[in-house]
């Protein structure tokens, strides 16, 4: 069963693939207080193929470069530490449905700001309770200014 709002939409991004997407989500994302960017193997690409039907403006994204796709020994995912450099200390919220406990060990080890990996089941997507932990997430930051 398709969760409710989860729209089917064909892309091409390195080959055919089918994704399903909440429209509505483009409106709420913003709303979080977030800056927001990709932070997905698609990269750019998630510019063409998921900001339009989100209805969300360009975002910047994380290159990876083979980080994703390479072996890592100790357990850590291949975008974990790409993320990190990202950060440059700022804190952030990553949401993903391939973290595991090393990241975020690895996290804590070698990023001094609050940061939160978030879980999203990849059959479900994002839900309501996501959208409250990440807003709770951004409340709980220092203002910046």
């Not at 979080?32 to 990709?38: A, F, I, N, Q, V």
Request: proline content about 11%.
């Amino acid at each position: 069963m398709i969760p409710a709002g989860l729209l089917p939409y064909g892309v091409l991004v390195s080959r055919p693939l089918r994704v399903w997407l909440n429209p509505a989500h483009g409106r709420e994302l913003p709303s979080l207080g977030h800056e927001l960017c990709w932070a997905t193997t698609w990269t750019a690409e998630a510019n063409r193929w998921i900001a339009p039907v989100l209805g969300l403006p360009e975002l910047p994204y994380v290159d990876f470069g083979a980080g994703p796709f390479a072996h890592r020994p100790d357990g850590v995912h291949g975008k974990t530490e790409a993320i990190v450099a990202y950060a440059e200390g700022r804190p952030f919220a990553w949401v993903d449905d391939e973290q595991s406990p090393a990241d975020a060990v690895f996290v804590a080890d070698r990023h001094p700001a609050p940061a939160l990996l978030h879980h999203v089941d990849p059959r479900v997507g994002l839900r309501e309770d996501d959208f409250g932990t990440l807003a709770r997430f951004a409340a709980g930051l220092p203002a910046t200014g």
